[in-house]
């Protein structure tokens, strides 16, 4: 059972940056196809990113070119650098884990974290 738990969440400004963390237990971060996800206010959680099979990602376009994604395999977790943040990236953010089977359906991901905040101040 693949435990996961976001960290590094918080409130900053209009073109700051954040790095959320996705500590993972009970298995390889590297086994699994990693995403982000978010949720804001009033609105359906949608896909953010993901690091699939060899570490290839894939981004929405509103976050390319600004978001990344990372794994560090010794402390096996992976990370969401979040760059010129601007208010509409204000939500819940979530990793999960799925298996290397490529999409990005919500359905594919067996394994949630609780979510961290993220609010962008105009």
């Known amino acids: 059972q693949v435990q996961l738990v976001e960290s590094g969440g918080g409130l900053v400004q209009a073109g700051g940056s954040l790095r959320l963390s996705c500590a993972a237990s009970?298995?390889?971060?590297?086994?699994?196809?990693m995403a982000w996800f978010r949720q804001a206010p009033g609105r359906e959680r949608e896909f953010v990113g993901i690091?699939?099979?060899?570490?290839?990602?894939y981004y929405i376009d509103s976050v390319k070119g600004r978001f990344a994604i990372s794994g560090d395999n010794a402390k096996n977790t992976v990370y969401l650098q979040m760059n010129s943040l601007k208010p509409e990236d204000t939500a819940v953010y979530y990793c999960?884990?799925?298996?290397?089977?490529?999409?990005?359906?919500?359905?594919?991901?067996?394994?949630w974290g609780q979510g961290t905040q993220v609010t962008v101040s105009s």
């Open positions: 999960a884990a799925g298996p290397h089977s490529g999409g990005f359906n919500e359905q594919k991901f067996n394994y």
């Open positions: 009970g298995g390889a971060f590297s086994n699994y196809d």
């Open positions: 690091r699939g099979t060899y570490g290839i990602t």
